[in-house]
């Protein structure tokens, strides 16, 4: 429909992306369901040239190292920064967080999300490739 259209997905590790749902938006939030939700984006993301993935999760604390991967993204758009696109990513060093983890009602713990790459095994697949430590990507040593 639109062949010229380039895509930027921003991606975060599913279980703390269902986390911040269900403490923020939807805390009825399907689990099962957002799970198979994030393995067709991840899937489809991974199947056109088109798209570029970004691990919102993973921006760098490093101002340089920011602008450097914000500068990735608007290349993909055949864009540059701008004064104001630099400003911006000076101010912004973290992802947004509504509230701190101490006041999350609910949160998974490695149990639950072990369980839950059990259920669904094909998660083990892109685990690895948006969860950056081992701690991160929930699989076992």
Avoid: G, M
């Avoid at 101010?91 to 701190?100: F, Q």
């Amino acid at each position: 429909l639109f062949p010229q259209t380039t895509w930027i997905v921003c991606i975060r590790d599913p279980f703390r992306a269902i986390e911040s749902l269900r403490n923020t938006f939807q805390p009825d939030a399907d689990v099962e369901r957002w799970l198979r939700v994030w393995l067709d984006l991840v899937r489809w993301a991974q199947t056109d040239d088109r798209v570029l993935t970004w691990r919102i999760d993973a921006i760098p604390v490093d101002f340089d190292a920011r602008l450097a991967s914000t500068s990735r993204l608007l290349q993909h758009c055949d864009l540059n920064h701008t004064p104001e696109t630099i400003e911006f990513v000076r101010r912004w060093p973290v992802v947004h967080k509504v509230r701190p983890n101490d006041q999350r009602k609910f949160q998974f713990t490695k149990e639950d999300c072990r369980r839950w790459i059990e259920r669904i095994p094909e998660l083990t697949q892109y685990l690895p490739q948006y969860c950056q430590s081992r701690e991160e990507n929930h699989l076992p040593s």
